[in-house]
C-alpha cells in the first residue's frame, strides 16, 4: 500500500434528535492496525452507553493517540441538519477530512457506509476517486481504523452535547429518540415554550412535531 498509510473515516450522530452529527477521520500506519485491536480499538457501539461506556472511550483513544498520524473532525450543527440535506453534509465532511489527511498519500482509505446510500451514488457525490477506497457498511466493526475513528467521532459529539446540556442547567441525555430524551424536551418547552437549542426541529419525531 502507498506508503503503508490507511485512512478510516466514520461518524457519530446519524440518527439523534439532538446535537450534532460528528465526521471523524484518522490517517494511521497499516503496520499499526493489530496493536490497535489490541489496544482495545473496536466500533465505538461497542462499548455500550453510560459513564463507564464514555470512560472506556476516551481510555483507548488515549492509548492510541501514539499511532494515529494525523485526525480531522468535522461537527455538524443541528441547525445545519435542518437546513440541509444529512447526506450531502456528511459527504462534504468526508471530503474536508480526506483532503485534511492527504488522501491521496494513503494505500487505502476506509469509510463506513452513510445510510442507504450505495457506493456508486456515494463516489458519484464525493466528486473523486481512489483506487483504494473501501466503502462497506460494518466497516467501523471490521477495520481497525474505521473502529478508531468512530471512538473518535464519538467522543466529539458526546463532548458536544454535553456542552450544550450544561448550557442549558440539564443533565446529559444522548439525543437519541427515547423516553429520557422526552422527557428532557417537554421540561424545556414547559419553561420556554421552545425546544432547546441543539434540537433537530425537522426531524419527524412524535414529540418534536407536538412541540414546533
Not at 502507498?2 to 440518527?15: F, L, P, Q, R
Not at 466500533?43 to 499511532?67: C, I, M, N, P, Q
Not at 473532525?73 to 456528511?90: F, G, K, W
Not at 476517486?129 to 481504523?145: L, N, T
Request: hydrophobic fraction near 40%.
Amino acid at each position: 500500500m502507498k506508503n503503508g498509510y490507511v485512512i478510516g473515516i466514520d461518524e457519530a450522530g446519524m440518527g439523534p434528535v439532538f446535537g450534532p452529527l460528528v465526521v471523524s477521520g484518522v490517517l494511521v500506519r497499516e503496520d499499526d492496525l493489530e496493536t490497535l485491536r489490541e489496544l482495545g480499538v473496536k466500533d465505538s457501539k461497542k462499548f455500550g452507553s453510560g459513564e463507564t461506556a464514555h470512560r472506556k472511550r476516551r481510555e483507548v483513544w488515549e492509548l492510541s493517540r501514539e499511532y494515529v498520524i494525523a485526525e480531522k473532525q468535522v461537527v455538524i450543527r443541528a441547525d445545519e441538519l435542518d437546513r440541509a440535506n444529512m447526506y450531502d453534509l456528511h459527504i462534504l465532511g468526508v471530503t474536508q477530512i480526506l483532503r485534511s489527511l492527504g488522501w491521496l498519500d494513503a494505500g487505502t482509505i476506509y469509510v463506513e457506509q452513510i445510510g442507504q446510500l450505495g457506493r456508486d451514488k456515494f463516489l458519484s457525490k464525493l466528486g473523486f476517486w481512489h483506487s483504494g477506497f473501501v466503502y462497506e457498511m460494518k466497516a467501523d466493526i471490521r477495520y481497525a481504523a474505521v473502529s478508531l475513528a468512530s471512538i473518535k467521532a464519538k467522543i466529539v459529539r458526546d463532548t458536544e452535547v454535553i456542552r450544550l446540556c450544561e448550557g442549558l442547567g440539564e443533565e446529559y441525555v444522548s439525543g437519541y429518540a427515547n423516553n429520557k430524551t422526552e422527557e428532557f424536551f417537554r421540561r424545556y418547552y414547559d419553561k420556554h415554550r421552545c425546544l432547546p437549542p441543539g434540537t433537530r426541529v425537522s426531524r419527524n419525531w412524535d414529540p418534536i412535531i407536538s412541540m414546533r
